[in-house]
């Protein structure tokens, strides 16, 4: 059937497109890569109400397209696990779960728990960038992984989306790119996204709004120019690092989440791609979402581009606000670098404690806590209360479960399209064909022409093999068991390699079923 006007219209406005826009920029990288970042409207804009009291619901047109605003607040997060490496509670034994639920209510386990997070408290809405920051081991990956849903046992504080608490909708509209990229090797960008589309957009939205939609992300993460490339890993070549983060990206916010949450999405690339990655994560907030990332070091440009930092010093808050205003605060409490530096590195050392000043107190890390308590968490708290409960249309969309998906039978076509396409690439790849045809060849000479009919005459073959190639080595008195047991490593080797040169052969025509 062919595609209305309309319907095109529509799809070029759902991906990325933001509540009623007022104007787009469009950036431009060094080799042509160009998103363009669309600006929200004064109206949206003035609706945010993590800094304006909301008053006006109606200017806020929550279109089926548009993400749903999450305002995001968490407060006194505090997280343990087991010192066994178990999360509390969670084990898989009923009966030990039971045991253990009983004895740490009767605090008899107190010791066995070690704290990871300590009480943290924040906020952040639509439109804004959290960046979670702090040493290797203080808490961020666990904060972000509380907030996403995916951490539940154990964890104390209240966190409030759209002041509702989790509940199961919200997992459709929470984006999660984790460190560790999970895609395919043998599938290229725009298979990635196309199988991503079919299995998780709606069954009602028709195939050409699906092909847009991942036409739309290709276009606005700067993929074009690697969209037929493999994936790639391994020993397979590949795209590039920024182009694995962005195809990440892509396959999250293919689905439009109102909440990314994005665990180190620069490790690993260079100061370039990593701003790329920046400014285009700052373009999809700006459409609407919120977005939380953590980051290791980031560089003073990516830093200036967050709104708001939380830094992180062994579960303990440190420092909560902008990130304009961290080096005013730290210079309040006397912390200023003594040459000009990157602010994300001089509080990624004061996070450390490694600060050879001796005019500033011993235990830093102590003390900045100490300050973190006594003058930011209580008006960051103060904030969030003052604020206005979100607009009870929010609260009421964010409990309502957004359409996903089609019929488990065509997930389960799709998901067989997608394994046999990536196993036949695999199975089917020149190098992998040419080294089993190589092996079958050369082993294929060395029992031409060879009786091998019984397994007695496989051993004359094998032994006479030796007597030929190694003669020094073998009295031909010896009997063939003997021999055997001499060469019983050589015996081995030349299984293995059998085996091996089966293995290959019918993993190379095999096709899975
Ligand atoms: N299930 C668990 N069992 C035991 N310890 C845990 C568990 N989960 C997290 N931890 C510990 O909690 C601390 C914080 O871990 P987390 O992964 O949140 O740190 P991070 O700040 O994200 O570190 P990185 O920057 O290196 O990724 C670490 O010391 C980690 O070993």
């Not at 219209?9 to 920029?25: C, F, I, K």
């Not at 983060?245 to 990314?260: A, M, Q, Y």
């Not at 019918?506 to 079923?513: F, K, L, M, N």
């Given at each position: 059937m062919e595609e209305s006007k309309d319907d095109q219209?529509?799809?070029?406005?759902?991906?990325?497109?933001?509540?009623?826009?007022?104007?787009?920029?469009q950036i431009a990288g060094s080799n042509g890569f160009a998103h363009s970042i669309e600006f929200m409207s004064q109206t949206y804009l003035r609706n945010r109400y993590s800094e304006i009291d909301i008053e006006d619901n109606t200017t806020l047109n929550l279109s089926k397209d548009q993400p749903l605003p999450i305002f995001l607040k968490f407060e006194d997060v505090e997280y343990k696990v087991r010192n066994n490496g178990q999360a509390g509670g969670s084990s898989m034994n009923p009966v030990k779960a039971v045991v253990s639920k009983v004895a740490s209510q009767l605090s008899l386990e107190q010791d066995n728990y070690k704290q990871i997070l300590k009480g943290i408290t924040g906020s952040i809405g639509p439109g804004e960038i959290l960046a979670l920051m702090g040493p290797s081991g203080s808490g961020k990956t666990t904060l972000l992984n509380i907030i996403g849903g995916r951490l539940k046992d154990n964890v104390k504080g209240k966190i409030t989306y759209n002041d509702i608490p989790y509940n199961a909708a919200l997992r459709r509209r929470v984006g999660f790119v984790t460190q560790d990229d999970v895609l395919l090797p043998q599938l290229t960008v725009e298979e990635t996204l196309v199988f991503a589309a079919f299995l998780r957009l709606p069954g009602n939205m028709s195939r050409q709004q699906k092909y847009a939609r991942v036409e739309t992300i290709i276009k606005d993460l700067g993929l074009e120019r690697c969209r037929h490339t493999r994936i790639g890993g391994g020993f397979i070549k590949g795209i590039s690092g920024g182009e694995r983060?962005?195809?990440?990206?892509?396959?999250?916010?293919?689905?439009?989440?109102?909440?990314?949450l994005l665990d180190e999405p620069t490790s690993g690339l260079d100061s370039t791609s990593a701003n790329r990655l920046l400014h285009i994560l700052q373009g999809i907030a700006k459409a609407g979402r919120t977005i939380i990332t953590t980051i290791h070091q980031p560089s003073s440009r990516i830093f200036h581009t967050f709104d708001k930092i939380l830094l992180i010093s062994d579960g303990y808050p440190v420092y909560y606000g902008k990130a304009r205003d961290s080096m005013d605060y730290f210079a309040s409490l006397r912390f200023m670098p003594e040459i000009a530096m990157n602010p994300a590195e001089f509080m990624l050392d004061l996070a450390t404690g490694q600060v050879n000043d001796i005019s500033i107190p011993q235990d830093i890390v102590q003390y900045l806590q100490g300050m973190y308590k006594t003058q930011l968490e209580p008006k960051e708290k103060e904030d969030n209360h003052r604020n206005k409960k979100a607009p009870e249309h929010l609260q009421a969309a964010i409990q309502v479960k957004k359409e996903w998906t089609s019929s488990w039978l065509e997930q389960f076509r799709i998901i067989y399209k997608r394994t046999f396409k990536e196993r036949c690439r695999d199975y089917f790849d020149k190098l992998r064909l040419v080294q089993a045809l190589g092996i079958a060849v050369l082993l294929g000479l060395l029992w031409w022409k060879s009786q091998t009919a019984t397994e007695a005459q496989l051993r004359d073959q094998?032994?006479?093999w030796f007597q030929k190639k190694l003669p020094h080595f073998i009295n031909s008195t010896q009997s063939p068991d003997s021999l055997l047991c001499h060469f019983a490593d050589w015996s081995d080797v030349l299984h293995l390699h059998i085996l091996?040169?089966?293995?290959?052969?019918?993993?190379?025509?095999?096709?899975?079923?």
């Open positions: 219209v529509e799809e070029r406005t759902s991906a990325l497109s933001p509540p009623p826009a007022m104007g787009s920029m983060k962005r195809t990440s990206i892509g396959h999250e916010i293919l689905v439009d989440p109102s909440l990314l094998v032994i006479k091996d040169i089966i293995v290959n052969i019918r993993g190379s025509i095999r096709v899975p079923i």
